[in-house]
């Protein structure tokens, strides 16, 4: 039986991730990743060897989030799908599995917070501070 506890903490962690998932224009990000790769079917693609870099790096930066987003939202549903089940059983494998799937649906919404909140055209630029 689920405990109140996990409840809240299954309620705080889906209504982060439902509003991370929001600010996260998933459709947005494909058809940035479908534009950049018909570029690199160009044939003069690899005359330029710098912007080609650039491009492809953009590649693996969209698809990789992609992934992150198409995760949580899977991660979602399946803990979701968890809590149902707990909800009609007392089965204390399902509870670890649920304690399991919360670490986890926690540790991917941070990062994917962190990734969107750090997304400005600078955030990938290395920096310099110092503490006086």
């Known amino acids: 039986m689920l405990n109140k506890q996990q409840l809240d903490t299954w309620q ?3 209504a982060k991730a439902s509003s991370l998932l929001e600010a996260v224009d998933l459709d947005d990000k494909k058809k ?6 018909k570029n690199t ?3 003069d693609f690899w005359d330029d060897a710098q ?5 492809n790096q953009r590649i693996a930066e969209l698809d990789a989030s992609i992934q992150q987003v ?3 939202q899977t991660k979602l549903k399946d803990t979701d799908a968890l809590i149902d089940l707990l909800t009609d059983s007392n089965d204390p494998s399902l509870l670890v599995e649920l304690e399991t799937s919360l670490a986890q649906l ?7 917070e962190l990734t969107t909140y750090l997304s400005g ?4 630029k290395p920096v310099v501070f110092s503490i006086h």
Request: proline residues 3%; aromatic residues 6%; without cysteine.
């Open 12 to 14: 705080e962690l889906r």
């Open 32 to 37: 940035q990743l479908a534009d950049l790769q």
């Open 41 to 43: 079917f160009e044939t």
């Open 51 to 55: 912007r080609a870099k650039k491009i």
């Open 70 to 72: 198409n995760s949580l």
């Open 106 to 112: 926690n540790k991917l919404t941070a990062k994917i």
């Open 121 to 124: 055209p600078y955030d990938d």
